[in-house]
Protein backbone atom coordinates (compact mmCIF):
# COMPACT_ATOMS: atom_id res chain seq x y z
CA UNK A 1 0.00 0.00 0.00
CA UNK A 2 1.23 3.71 -0.57
CA UNK A 3 2.52 5.82 2.50
CA UNK A 4 -1.27 6.45 3.07
CA UNK A 5 -4.44 6.82 1.25
CA UNK A 6 -4.35 10.01 0.13
CA UNK A 7 -0.98 9.55 -1.25
CA UNK A 8 -2.75 7.19 -3.28
CA UNK A 9 -5.80 9.03 -3.73
CA UNK A 10 -3.63 12.17 -5.44
CA UNK A 11 -2.46 10.33 -8.66
CA UNK A 12 -5.99 10.80 -9.88
CA UNK A 13 -4.95 14.18 -10.80
CA UNK A 14 -2.86 12.21 -13.25
CA UNK A 15 -5.95 10.55 -14.93
CA UNK A 16 -8.80 13.18 -14.30
CA UNK A 17 -7.04 16.66 -14.96
CA UNK A 18 -8.44 19.33 -12.75
CA UNK A 19 -10.06 16.44 -10.25
CA UNK A 20 -9.16 17.65 -6.48
CA UNK A 21 -8.71 15.06 -3.61
CA UNK A 22 -10.16 16.48 -0.24
CA UNK A 23 -10.01 12.81 1.63
CA UNK A 24 -9.20 9.57 0.71
CA UNK A 25 -9.75 5.55 2.86
CA UNK A 26 -8.51 2.43 1.83
CA UNK A 27 -11.11 0.68 -0.26
CA UNK A 28 -10.49 -3.20 -0.28
CA UNK A 29 -6.96 -2.72 -1.35
CA UNK A 30 -5.25 -6.53 -1.34
CA UNK A 31 -2.05 -8.84 -2.53
CA UNK A 32 -3.58 -7.59 -6.51
CA UNK A 33 -4.52 -3.89 -6.33
CA UNK A 34 -4.12 -0.64 -4.20
CA UNK A 35 -7.62 0.78 -3.89
CA UNK A 36 -8.75 3.72 -2.18
CA UNK A 37 -12.04 5.52 -1.74
CA UNK A 38 -11.47 9.64 -2.65
CA UNK A 39 -14.07 12.14 -1.66
CA UNK A 40 -13.29 15.11 -4.26
CA UNK A 41 -14.20 18.70 -4.25
CA UNK A 42 -17.77 18.45 -5.52
CA UNK A 43 -18.79 15.75 -3.18
CA UNK A 44 -18.50 13.36 -5.29
CA UNK A 45 -16.66 9.97 -3.65
CA UNK A 46 -14.49 8.51 -6.58
CA UNK A 47 -12.27 4.80 -6.69
CA UNK A 48 -8.69 5.18 -7.65
CA UNK A 49 -7.11 1.64 -8.42
CA UNK A 50 -3.60 0.82 -8.97
CA UNK A 51 -2.65 -2.92 -10.23
CA UNK A 52 -0.10 -4.57 -8.65
CA UNK A 53 0.21 -7.71 -10.86
CA UNK A 54 -0.06 -7.83 -14.50
CA UNK A 55 -3.03 -9.86 -14.34
CA UNK A 56 -4.97 -7.16 -12.55
CA UNK A 57 -3.64 -5.02 -14.55
CA UNK A 58 -5.01 -6.85 -17.91
CA UNK A 59 -8.84 -6.83 -16.07
CA UNK A 60 -8.51 -3.44 -15.21
CA UNK A 61 -7.72 -2.50 -18.23
CA UNK A 62 -10.18 -4.83 -20.00
CA UNK A 63 -13.07 -3.69 -17.39
CA UNK A 64 -12.27 -0.02 -18.87
CA UNK A 65 -12.84 -1.04 -22.55
CA UNK A 66 -16.09 -2.85 -21.38
CA UNK A 67 -17.62 -0.04 -19.43
CA UNK A 68 -17.96 1.92 -22.43
CA UNK A 69 -20.91 -0.36 -24.30
CA UNK A 70 -22.78 0.97 -21.11
CA UNK A 71 -24.37 4.26 -22.91
CA UNK A 72 -27.04 6.16 -21.05
CA UNK A 73 -29.60 3.87 -22.66
CA UNK A 74 -27.85 0.73 -21.72
CA UNK A 75 -27.81 2.47 -18.09
CA UNK A 76 -31.24 2.74 -17.73
CA UNK A 77 -32.06 -0.44 -18.86
CA UNK A 78 -30.48 -1.65 -15.61
CA UNK A 79 -32.19 -2.04 -12.12
CA UNK A 80 -28.83 -1.52 -11.05
CA UNK A 81 -25.82 0.54 -11.28
CA UNK A 82 -22.78 0.17 -13.12
CA UNK A 83 -19.31 1.70 -12.35
CA UNK A 84 -17.90 4.54 -14.73
CA UNK A 85 -14.37 4.95 -16.29
CA UNK A 86 -13.49 8.46 -15.61
CA UNK A 87 -9.92 7.88 -16.66
CA UNK A 88 -6.81 5.90 -16.61
CA UNK A 89 -2.96 6.81 -17.36
CA UNK A 90 -0.04 5.14 -17.11
CA UNK A 91 2.10 4.65 -13.87
CA UNK A 92 5.96 3.30 -14.42
CA UNK A 93 4.91 -0.47 -15.23
CA UNK A 94 1.25 -0.06 -14.22
CA UNK A 95 -1.41 2.33 -14.49
CA UNK A 96 -3.84 4.21 -12.20
CA UNK A 97 -7.30 3.97 -12.65
CA UNK A 98 -10.36 6.47 -11.61
CA UNK A 99 -14.28 5.46 -11.55
CA UNK A 100 -17.41 6.58 -9.92
CA UNK A 101 -18.14 4.25 -6.68
CA UNK A 102 -21.32 2.39 -6.36
CA UNK A 103 -22.69 2.75 -3.19
CA UNK A 104 -23.81 0.25 -0.72
CA UNK A 105 -22.15 -2.94 1.01
CA UNK A 106 -20.14 -5.64 -0.59
CA UNK A 107 -22.34 -8.75 -0.87
CA UNK A 108 -20.87 -12.02 0.78
CA UNK A 109 -22.23 -15.57 -0.33
CA UNK A 110 -23.70 -16.20 3.11
CA UNK A 111 -26.06 -13.12 2.06
CA UNK A 112 -27.92 -15.31 -0.04
CA UNK A 113 -30.34 -16.69 2.71
CA UNK A 114 -33.96 -16.64 4.11
CA UNK A 115 -32.25 -14.72 6.96
CA UNK A 116 -32.04 -11.54 4.38
CA UNK A 117 -35.54 -11.61 2.64
CA UNK A 118 -35.65 -10.79 -0.45
CA UNK A 119 -32.14 -10.38 -1.33
CA UNK A 120 -32.12 -14.03 -3.61
CA UNK A 121 -35.26 -12.48 -5.97
CA UNK A 122 -33.28 -9.41 -6.38
CA UNK A 123 -30.12 -10.86 -7.37
CA UNK A 124 -32.25 -13.17 -9.99
CA UNK A 125 -33.81 -9.84 -11.51
CA UNK A 126 -30.80 -8.23 -11.57
CA UNK A 127 -29.00 -10.99 -13.58
CA UNK A 128 -32.27 -11.56 -15.91
CA UNK A 129 -32.14 -7.30 -16.41
CA UNK A 130 -28.39 -7.82 -17.80
CA UNK A 131 -29.06 -11.25 -19.65
CA UNK A 132 -32.20 -8.99 -21.14
CA UNK A 133 -30.26 -6.59 -22.94
CA UNK A 134 -29.92 -6.90 -27.02
CA UNK A 135 -26.99 -8.65 -28.03
CA UNK A 136 -25.87 -6.12 -30.11
CA UNK A 137 -24.99 -4.10 -27.21
CA UNK A 138 -21.81 -6.84 -27.02
CA UNK A 139 -21.36 -7.58 -31.08
CA UNK A 140 -21.20 -3.84 -32.12
CA UNK A 141 -18.49 -3.44 -29.42
CA UNK A 142 -16.55 -6.56 -30.68
CA UNK A 143 -16.18 -8.19 -27.26
CA UNK A 144 -16.57 -11.76 -27.14
CA UNK A 145 -19.14 -13.88 -28.17
CA UNK A 146 -19.40 -17.90 -28.26
CA UNK A 147 -22.11 -19.54 -30.28
CA UNK A 148 -24.15 -22.22 -28.39
CA UNK A 149 -21.99 -24.96 -30.00
CA UNK A 150 -18.71 -23.03 -29.37
CA UNK A 151 -19.84 -22.77 -25.40
CA UNK A 152 -19.92 -26.68 -25.75
CA UNK A 153 -17.01 -27.47 -27.44
CA UNK A 154 -14.88 -25.08 -24.28
CA UNK A 155 -16.58 -27.79 -22.02
CA UNK A 156 -15.71 -30.59 -23.75
CA UNK A 157 -12.53 -29.99 -23.90
CA UNK A 158 -12.51 -29.48 -20.08
CA UNK A 159 -13.87 -32.54 -20.11
CA UNK A 160 -11.80 -34.63 -22.18
CA UNK A 161 -8.45 -33.33 -20.72
CA UNK A 162 -9.89 -34.34 -17.37
CA UNK A 163 -10.24 -37.99 -18.09
CA UNK A 164 -7.00 -38.03 -20.05
CA UNK A 165 -5.54 -37.35 -16.04
CA UNK A 166 -6.84 -40.77 -14.91
CA UNK A 167 -7.72 -38.50 -12.12
CA UNK A 168 -11.86 -37.76 -12.42
CA UNK A 169 -13.68 -40.67 -10.60
CA UNK A 170 -15.86 -42.45 -13.17
CA UNK A 171 -18.90 -41.56 -11.92
CA UNK A 172 -18.11 -38.25 -12.28
CA UNK A 173 -16.86 -38.65 -16.02
CA UNK A 174 -20.33 -40.39 -16.66
CA UNK A 175 -22.54 -37.78 -14.86
CA UNK A 176 -20.47 -34.92 -16.89
CA UNK A 177 -20.68 -36.91 -20.50
CA UNK A 178 -24.02 -37.61 -20.21
CA UNK A 179 -25.03 -33.77 -19.81
CA UNK A 180 -22.69 -33.08 -22.46
CA UNK A 181 -24.30 -35.17 -25.02
CA UNK A 182 -27.72 -34.31 -23.71
CA UNK A 183 -28.77 -32.47 -26.85
CA UNK A 184 -31.75 -30.80 -25.03
CA UNK A 185 -29.11 -28.59 -22.54
CA UNK A 186 -27.72 -27.17 -25.32
CA UNK A 187 -30.52 -25.69 -26.86
CA UNK A 188 -30.11 -22.37 -25.84
CA UNK A 189 -29.12 -18.88 -27.27
CA UNK A 190 -25.96 -17.06 -25.96
CA UNK A 191 -27.28 -13.61 -23.96
CA UNK A 192 -25.27 -10.66 -23.17
CA UNK A 193 -23.47 -12.25 -20.00
CA UNK A 194 -21.35 -10.40 -17.36
CA UNK A 195 -18.76 -13.60 -17.10
CA UNK A 196 -17.03 -13.87 -14.07
CA UNK A 197 -20.27 -13.03 -11.06
CA UNK A 198 -19.38 -14.16 -7.89
CA UNK A 199 -20.89 -12.74 -4.45
CA UNK A 200 -18.43 -9.98 -4.16
CA UNK A 201 -19.72 -7.94 -7.68
CA UNK A 202 -22.94 -7.48 -5.85
CA UNK A 203 -23.81 -4.14 -4.05
CA UNK A 204 -26.63 -4.57 -1.91
CA UNK A 205 -28.84 -1.65 0.02
CA UNK A 206 -30.70 -4.09 2.48
CA UNK A 207 -31.82 -6.65 0.23
CA UNK A 208 -31.73 -4.94 -2.41
CA UNK A 209 -29.21 -5.37 -5.61
CA UNK A 210 -28.25 -1.94 -6.32
CA UNK A 211 -24.72 -1.98 -8.35
CA UNK A 212 -22.19 -4.79 -9.79
CA UNK A 213 -19.15 -4.47 -10.58
CA UNK A 214 -16.15 -6.20 -11.94
CA UNK A 215 -16.69 -5.79 -15.85
CA UNK A 216 -13.94 -7.20 -17.44
CA UNK A 217 -15.19 -10.92 -18.77
CA UNK A 218 -18.34 -9.10 -20.97
CA UNK A 219 -19.57 -11.03 -24.06
CA UNK A 220 -21.80 -13.29 -25.49
CA UNK A 221 -22.38 -16.68 -23.39
CA UNK A 222 -24.31 -19.35 -21.50
CA UNK A 223 -26.42 -17.23 -19.11
CA UNK A 224 -26.00 -20.20 -17.23
CA UNK A 225 -22.32 -19.10 -15.97
CA UNK A 226 -24.13 -16.08 -14.44
CA UNK A 227 -25.97 -18.36 -12.23
CA UNK A 228 -23.45 -21.05 -10.98
CA UNK A 229 -21.85 -19.13 -8.23
CA UNK A 230 -25.46 -19.24 -6.60
CA UNK A 231 -25.23 -23.25 -6.54
CA UNK A 232 -22.20 -22.99 -3.73
CA UNK A 233 -24.96 -21.07 -1.22
CA UNK A 234 -26.20 -23.92 1.52
CA UNK A 235 -29.54 -22.34 1.54
CA UNK A 236 -31.47 -24.25 -1.13
CA UNK A 237 -34.57 -22.31 -0.83
CA UNK A 238 -32.95 -18.86 -2.06
CA UNK A 239 -31.42 -20.57 -4.48
CA UNK A 240 -34.75 -21.47 -5.98
CA UNK A 241 -35.88 -18.02 -5.04
CA UNK A 242 -33.67 -16.48 -7.09
CA UNK A 243 -34.04 -18.63 -9.93
CA UNK A 244 -37.58 -18.26 -10.07
CA UNK A 245 -37.10 -14.53 -10.43
CA UNK A 246 -34.90 -15.05 -12.79
CA UNK A 247 -37.58 -17.22 -14.51
CA UNK A 248 -40.27 -14.53 -14.25
CA UNK A 249 -38.20 -11.93 -16.49
CA UNK A 250 -36.68 -14.34 -18.73
CA UNK A 251 -38.90 -16.99 -19.08
CA UNK A 252 -38.32 -20.54 -18.77
CA UNK A 253 -35.65 -22.27 -19.96
CA UNK A 254 -35.61 -25.68 -18.19
CA UNK A 255 -32.04 -26.88 -18.43
CA UNK A 256 -30.63 -23.62 -17.17
CA UNK A 257 -29.89 -24.65 -13.71
CA UNK A 258 -28.46 -28.09 -15.04
CA UNK A 259 -25.87 -26.25 -17.05
CA UNK A 260 -24.83 -23.89 -13.85
CA UNK A 261 -24.38 -26.84 -12.24
CA UNK A 262 -22.01 -27.98 -15.06
CA UNK A 263 -20.05 -25.23 -14.95
CA UNK A 264 -19.60 -25.04 -11.44
CA UNK A 265 -18.49 -28.87 -10.83
CA UNK A 266 -16.15 -28.56 -13.85
CA UNK A 267 -14.47 -25.69 -12.51
CA UNK A 268 -12.98 -28.62 -10.26
CA UNK A 269 -11.64 -30.31 -13.00
CA UNK A 270 -10.29 -27.25 -14.15
CA UNK A 271 -8.47 -26.87 -10.82
CA UNK A 272 -7.36 -30.55 -11.15
CA UNK A 273 -6.11 -29.28 -14.85
CA UNK A 274 -4.00 -26.10 -13.20
CA UNK A 275 -2.58 -28.76 -10.60
CA UNK A 276 -1.35 -31.08 -13.56
CA UNK A 277 -0.18 -28.11 -15.86
CA UNK A 278 1.98 -25.95 -12.92
CA UNK A 279 3.42 -29.94 -11.58
CA UNK A 280 1.94 -28.83 -8.23
CA UNK A 281 1.50 -32.29 -6.29
CA UNK A 282 -0.80 -30.60 -3.86
CA UNK A 283 -2.90 -28.73 -5.99
CA UNK A 284 -3.41 -32.03 -7.53
CA UNK A 285 -3.87 -33.90 -4.76
CA UNK A 286 -6.51 -31.05 -3.56
CA UNK A 287 -8.50 -31.22 -6.36
CA UNK A 288 -8.36 -35.20 -6.23
CA UNK A 289 -9.91 -34.71 -2.98
CA UNK A 290 -12.50 -32.61 -4.03
CA UNK A 291 -13.51 -34.45 -6.90
CA UNK A 292 -13.63 -37.26 -4.33
CA UNK A 293 -16.33 -35.45 -2.20
CA UNK A 294 -18.28 -34.32 -5.08
CA UNK A 295 -18.34 -38.09 -6.34
CA UNK A 296 -19.89 -39.22 -2.53
CA UNK A 297 -22.12 -36.38 -2.56
CA UNK A 298 -24.00 -37.17 -5.82
CA UNK A 299 -23.56 -40.98 -5.42
CA UNK A 300 -26.76 -41.07 -3.07
CA UNK A 301 -28.51 -39.42 -6.09
CA UNK A 302 -31.14 -41.83 -7.80
CA UNK A 303 -30.24 -40.10 -10.99
CA UNK A 304 -26.35 -39.56 -10.26
CA UNK A 305 -25.64 -38.67 -14.18
CA UNK A 306 -28.73 -36.72 -15.09
CA UNK A 307 -27.42 -33.36 -13.12
CA UNK A 308 -29.74 -32.72 -10.98
CA UNK A 309 -28.95 -29.47 -8.88
CA UNK A 310 -32.30 -29.44 -7.20
CA UNK A 311 -31.47 -33.00 -5.46
CA UNK A 312 -27.53 -32.18 -5.59
CA UNK A 313 -25.68 -31.27 -2.23
CA UNK A 314 -22.59 -28.78 -3.74
CA UNK A 315 -19.88 -29.05 -2.47
CA UNK A 316 -17.70 -25.86 -1.90
CA UNK A 317 -17.82 -24.03 -5.21
CA UNK A 318 -17.12 -20.81 -3.93
CA UNK A 319 -13.80 -22.15 -2.35
CA UNK A 320 -12.53 -23.77 -5.64
CA UNK A 321 -13.39 -20.89 -7.65
CA UNK A 322 -11.24 -18.55 -5.03
CA UNK A 323 -8.72 -21.08 -6.04
CA UNK A 324 -8.51 -20.80 -9.77
CA UNK A 325 -8.38 -17.09 -9.09
CA UNK A 326 -5.66 -16.80 -6.99
CA UNK A 327 -3.51 -19.11 -9.50
CA UNK A 328 -4.49 -16.71 -12.76
CA UNK A 329 -6.43 -19.85 -14.35
CA UNK A 330 -8.27 -20.22 -17.02
CA UNK A 331 -12.18 -20.42 -16.51
CA UNK A 332 -14.78 -21.00 -19.02
CA UNK A 333 -15.16 -17.72 -18.78
CA UNK A 334 -13.13 -15.95 -21.77
CA UNK A 335 -10.18 -16.44 -18.94
CA UNK A 336 -12.69 -14.44 -16.56
CA UNK A 337 -10.82 -14.15 -12.99
CA UNK A 338 -13.08 -14.66 -10.16
CA UNK A 339 -12.64 -12.16 -7.30
CA UNK A 340 -11.48 -14.09 -4.44
CA UNK A 341 -14.54 -15.01 -1.67
CA UNK A 342 -11.71 -14.81 0.97
CA UNK A 343 -11.70 -10.75 0.29
CA UNK A 344 -15.57 -10.12 0.84
CA UNK A 345 -15.71 -7.82 2.94
CA UNK A 346 -18.58 -4.55 3.31
CA UNK A 347 -17.72 -1.44 1.52
CA UNK A 348 -15.92 1.43 3.28
CA UNK A 349 -18.61 3.73 5.19
CA UNK A 350 -18.23 6.91 3.24
CA UNK A 351 -18.41 9.06 6.08
CA UNK A 352 -14.96 7.45 6.89
CA UNK A 353 -13.67 9.15 4.22
CA UNK A 354 -13.74 12.50 5.89
CA UNK A 355 -11.32 11.45 8.62
CA UNK A 356 -8.45 10.93 6.39
CA UNK A 357 -9.02 14.84 4.82
CA UNK A 358 -5.69 16.27 3.68
CA UNK A 359 -4.42 18.75 5.20
CA UNK A 360 -4.98 22.65 3.97
Known sequence: MAAN??????????????????????????????????????GRVVRVVV?????????????????????????????FEVPETLGTAPLQRTAVVVSTRLGGATMRLADVSP???????????????LHDLPTSVVVDAGLPHRTTAEIRDALVAVFDRGAETGRVPAALLARWETALDDAALWQFQPRVV???????????????????????????GDPAIDLAWLLGSEHGSSVDEAFVAYAG????????????????????????????????????????????????????????????????????????????????????????HRRSQAREQETVELDGVDAARSPR
Open 5 to 42: PFTLAALATSAVPGIEVVGAVDDGSDEDLEAVAARVAD
Open 51 to 79: PRTPEALRRLRDQAVTLSVFSRAVRDRLP
Open 115 to 129: AHLGIAASIGEAIAA
Open 194 to 220: HGDLQAPAFRREHSTITGIDGWHALGL
Open 249 to 336: IRGADRHLRRRAMLHAELDVARWLLHGVDAGDAAIVADAEGMLARLAERVADDDATTALQPERLHTMDLADVQHMLDERGTSTPRDDA
